[in-house]
């Protein structure tokens, strides 16, 4: 598959990176050479200077036979614009990053569809949702939907009080099949696990599983819900605006930022939420602001760095629950390993959202929720696909990927070692970052 990706910014390298180790041919667009210079040599990718504008440098690069277009520099109309250029010279799809919700609304993407906007990123507002469903799910660390929410993927933090801890996981403590543990996160490794892997304190143990038993899931980790409705944010990032906007009716907000212009421009924004000018990295500061007394805290400064440390000073004021934008994907996996609760991190969560278009050109049967180093991908069996020959404990799958679980019909299932699988089913896998596509092929 030939794809295109113009802005060598955070989201486009980042993406053009991962996508060169699925065996693809990227070519990565931009007008700045420094840019293009940062990426390794390594990479299976071309970089090439040109302006996405300009239409010789879009035939020059062979637009016409690219079967993905994906414009993610941090302008939008620059991205719209570059789109419906690549759609006339015959891009099979095109994707443009956007900032602001107005396009997104019914009568607009339909006339940005007509001009050949085939699909819209707007990362601000999937990190939005992102923290509204952590905030929903606090218990969890990670809670990723498939297949219309039918299936749920929930990391969870395992403490000292957790009822699964040191067991292995032939040997949980479960009479039915009604969960299947997908992955552990162990400090900085992703482990696809076994029947004699235990389930040690501090990991974070990855569930598959349906909705009628979360609480099942929940109650064996041992943990607790609580409900949120004060949310304490720091810094007045687009983010931060995002979710304000979206939110503000569902919780009571105030956000603490250092710059007073912005204060009083957010202030006009957000008639219903508390602006306070202040530095909130001051401790001062959060214990005037009786921080110990809300439900929830989101750092979403610029700053990762600053995001992880002021998480960790609301948890010791005792917050229950904590959120940091952490931008550097290097300190993520660090951050994973803190006590900070739930981290984001726009270009994962774009990453993902363009990995849907990529896998499947029918979004609704494929699905992909990109982790720090693994994926998840719902993936339909194709007949005669080589997944369909024998039983699951039968099959020579490759090293790092497990089958966690299958939808047949209306039914959603786990997958055991005994599980046939059949063509039309939707299945769920969890690999390792970079097997995507090498998985594909045995779906047909």
């Keep these: ?25 990227i070519i990565l667009l931009d007008n700045d050479q420094d840019r293009l210079d940062v990426i390794d040599s390594n990479y299976n990718l071309m970089t090439w200077n040109g302006s996405s504008s300009s239409f010789r440098t879009l ?11 994906i414009a993610v520099t941090p302008y939008e109309t620059r991205n719209i614009s570059s789109c419906a250029i690549a759609k006339k010279l015959g891009a099979r799809k095109t994707v443009a990053r956007i900032d602001s919700d107005e396009f997104q609304k019914k009568e607009n993407s339909a006339i940005l569809k007509s001009l050949g906007v085939d699909f819209l990123i707007y990362p601000e507002n999937l990190a939005s949702v992102e923290i509204d469903t952590a905030l929903r799910h606090n218990w969890a660390r990670y809670w990723g939907e498939l297949h219309d929410g039918n299936l749920l993927l929930i990391g969870v933090k395992i403490r000292s009080e957790c009822p699964l801890l040191n067991c292995k996981l032939k040997d949980l403590p479960v009479t039915a099949h009604d969960f299947h543990v997908a992955a552990i996160k162990r400090n900085n490794e992703t482990i696809i696990p076994k029947g004699n892997d235990e389930i040690l304190r501090d990991d974070i143990v990855y569930f598959i599983t349906t909705p009628p038993f979360v609480e099942e899931v929940r109650d064996l980790c041992g943990k607790r819900k609580k409900n949120i409705r004060k949310v304490l944010i720091m810094g007045g990032s687009p983010i931060a605006i995002r979710f304000a906007l979206d939110y503000h009716e569902q919780f009571h907000i105030k956000i603490i930022d250092i710059d007073r212009d912005h204060c009083e421009h957010m202030a006009m924004m957000l008639p219903d939420c508390e602006i306070l000018l202040g530095d909130g990295r001051d401790i001062e500061v959060l214990r005037e602001n009786n921080v110990y007394q809300y439900d929830a805290f989101l750092a979403l400064t610029d700053s990762s760095e600053t995001n992880i440390l002021a998480c960790l000073t609301a948890k010791e004021f005792g917050v229950p629950k904590t959120i940091a934008d952490v931008e550097n994907i290097q300190f993520l996996s660090q951050a994973e390993n803190l006590n900070i609760g739930t981290t984001i991190n726009k270009k994962l969560l774009a990453s993902s959202h363009i990995f849907k278009i990529l896998l499947d050109s029918d979004e609704s049967s494929a699905k992909c929720l990109a982790l720090a180093d693994a994926e998840v991908a719902e993936l339909q069996v194709r007949p005669k696909a080589k997944i369909t020959r024998s039983k699951v404990r039968d099959l020579k799958l490759p090293f790092g990927m497990t089958l966690a679980a299958l939808v047949r ?6 997958i055991g070692g005994d599980t046939q699988i059949m063509p039309g089913d939707y299945v769920v896998v969890f690999c390792l970052s970079g097997s995507i596509h090498k998985i594909e092929k045995w779906f047909g």
Excluded at 1 to 25: F, R, Y
Excluded at 409 to 414: P, T, V
């Design 1 to 25: 598959m030939k794809i295109v990706i113009v802005g060598a910014g955070e989201v486009g390298t980042h993406l053009a990176k991962m996508l060169s180790n699925e065996d693809q041919d």
């Design 59 to 69: 035939r020059d690069i062979g637009v016409g036979d690219s079967d993905l277009y």
């Design 409 to 414: 019909g209306n039914k959603c299932e786990m």
